[in-house]
T-cell receptor, first 122, second 106 residues
Framework: QITLKESGPTLVKPTQTLTLTCTFS??????????VAWIRQPPGKALEWLAL?????????SPSLNSRLTITKDTSKNQVVLTMTDMDPVDTGTYFC???FGSGSREVFDVWGQGTMVTVSS | DIQMTQSPSSLSASVGDRVTITCRAS??????LNWYHHKPGKVPKLLIY???SLQSGVPSRFVGSGSGTEFSLTITSVQPEDFATYYC????????FGQGTKVEIK
C-alpha cells in the first residue's frame, strides 16, 4: 500500500520560512520515473502545483514561486522536504504531497497525502 | 507557462443527469491531460489520464475526450458521490491545474 503524509508547523509568522516534510511508504524514490510533488490549495481556491523532485534528483519549480522554494529528498528516510521562504498570509492553505508516476502522456499524481493546513499570521 | 481554463466554474445537476466540463489549454498539449475530483476534507482522486484513459477502479460513467487544446470530462449519469470539484491538469510542460469546476446538487 502506498501512503504519503505531510508534516510541519500549522502556524507560521509572516516573513518566516516554512519547512514541510512528506514521509512516504510503499514505493521508492530511487525507481526510474517516480517523483514526489507538492501542491497547495488556499481556502476556497484551486489546486496549485508548487514543486517536484524526480528519482534522479532533478527538480522543477512553479515559475511564480521559484525564488522562494527548495525541494530536497532523503531516499534512505523516504522523505521529501519543501522549504518556502518569506511566508505571507496569502500562502495560507492546505499543502499536499503526491507521488508522480508514469511518463509521457501517462504521467499522473496518483496517490496523495491527506494534506496539512498552514496558516500564516502574526 | 501553460494556462488551463475550465468552464463552467460551477454547475448544478440532479442525480442521473449528464454533465460535461470543458478544459482549454493555452497551447497544444496533445493528450497530456488528467482529470481529478476533490471533495472538501478529502484527498484529490485521479479519474482520467492521458485525456481519455480511465484510472483503475474509477466508474465507467466518467468519460474523458479531447486533444490539442480542447478537452472535456463527461459524467454520463451523475451519482450522489460525484458532487465535488473537478480539476483538469496538464503534464505537457511541468504541471498546471485548471481553476476547478464545482458540481453541486440541484
Amino acid at each position: 500500500q502506498i501512503t504519503l503524509k505531510e508534516s510541519g508547523p500549522t502556524l507560521v509568522k509572516p516573513t518566516q520560512t516554512l519547512t514541510l516534510t512528506c514521509t512516504f511508504s510503499g514505493f521508492s524514490l530511487s525507481t526510474t520515473g517516480v517523483g514526489v510533488a507538492w501542491i497547495r490549495q488556499p481556502p476556497g481556491k484551486a489546486l496549485e502545483w508548487l514543486a517536484l523532485i524526480f528519482w534522479d534528483d532533478d527538480k522543477r519549480y512553479s515559475p511564480s514561486l521559484n525564488s522562494r522554494l527548495t525541494i530536497t529528498k532523503d531516499t534512505s528516510k523516504n522523505q521529501v522536504v519543501l522549504t518556502m521562504t518569506d511566508m505571507d498570509p496569502v500562502d495560507t492553505g492546505t499543502y499536499f504531497c503526491a507521488r508522480k508516476f508514469g511518463s509521457g502522456s501517462r504521467e499522473v499524481f496518483d496517490v496523495w497525502g491527506q494534506g496539512t493546513m498552514v496558516t500564516v499570521s502574526s | 507557462d501553460i494556462q488551463m481554463t475550465q468552464s463552467p466554474s460551477s454547475l448544478s445537476a440532479s442525480v442521473g443527469d449528464r454533465v460535461t466540463i470543458t478544459c482549454r489549454a493555452s497551447q497544444s498539449i496533445s493528450t497530456y491531460l488528467n482529470w481529478y475530483h476533490h471533495k472538501p476534507g478529502k484527498v484529490p482522486k485521479l479519474l482520467i489520464y492521458a485525456a481519455s484513459s480511465l484510472q483503475s477502479g474509477v466508474p465507467s460513467r466518467f468519460v474523458g475526450s479531447g486533444s490539442g487544446t480542447e478537452f472535456s470530462l463527461t459524467i454520463t449519469s451523475v451519482q450522489p458521490e460525484d458532487f465535488a470539484t473537478y480539476y483538469c491538469q496538464q503534464t505537457y510542460s511541468t504541471w498546471t491545474f485548471g481553476q476547478g469546476t464545482k458540481v453541486e446538487i440541484k
